[in-house]
């Protein structure tokens, strides 16, 4: 690979952006959050920990088959697939998330497209999480699908290891994003967290969580979801 892969996927638990949104989360609806982020890990493990592309794309398509397939036909013994198998959506639309992190083998400097690509698979997946959760009115789900697509971009920002692919990243997000907070419904709070979090961090050129005012965002942000 000619670029440093990025690895937004390290553990949620050790990501302190991810775990303070996660704290916010009701106790019903912190599972499927638990799931989506586990999966984004299992995908991000997939593309950094490969010596070769061709190895990592082989994971993907693993990933890739299961969503094309339905869930009572899923191999069993794999714990994160039987947990997404009780989602109250199609989680087919799961694949989104498969095509944006297989995006990220491309050869070359971090390109507008292969940005593009990325949030958008990121994004999608976060509309299929939100309607596990109940949350499927088209303007909610547009919402869902900036927030995951601006903090998709700010993560891989945080992670990606060439500063003009970092510059890249965050130039593409201030040309895009739509807001610093979205007004969310209190079942997504963990989701807008991270959309505010992310639009701080793009819009200093900074990793997330990097000034001492941001946990204070945050906490507004899980409270009252401004």
Known sequence: MTREKPSPG??????????????????????????LFALDRRLADAVRQASEPIIAQLKLAWWR?????SPPDWP?????????????????????LVDGW???????????????????????SWQ???RALGQDDPEVCDLVRDAGALWAVAD????????????RAWLYSMKRQRFA???LPRDLRPFAILARLAHRAIMDRRAMLGAKSDFLAAVRTGMLGL
């Open 156 to 167: 891989l920002a945080d992670h990606i290891g060439d500063a003009d692919d970092r510059e």
């Open 128 to 130: 299929v999480a939100a």
């Open 181 to 183: 907070s979205p007004n």
């Open 10 to 35: 390290d553990a949620w638990q050790q990501d302190p952006a991810i775990a303070l949104a996660l704290a916010y989360a009701r106790k019903d609806a912190r599972p499927v959050f638990e799931d």
């Open 102 to 124: 297989e995006a990220l083998l491309a050869e070359g400097p971090l390109s507008e497209d292969t940005i593009a690509a990325f949030a958008e698979g990121r994004a999608k």
């Open 65 to 69: 088959d299961r969503f094309a397939q």
């Open 76 to 96: 069993k013994g794999e714990p994160l697939l039987a947990r997404l198998a009780s989602w109250d959506a199609d989680v087919s639309h799961l694949s989104a």
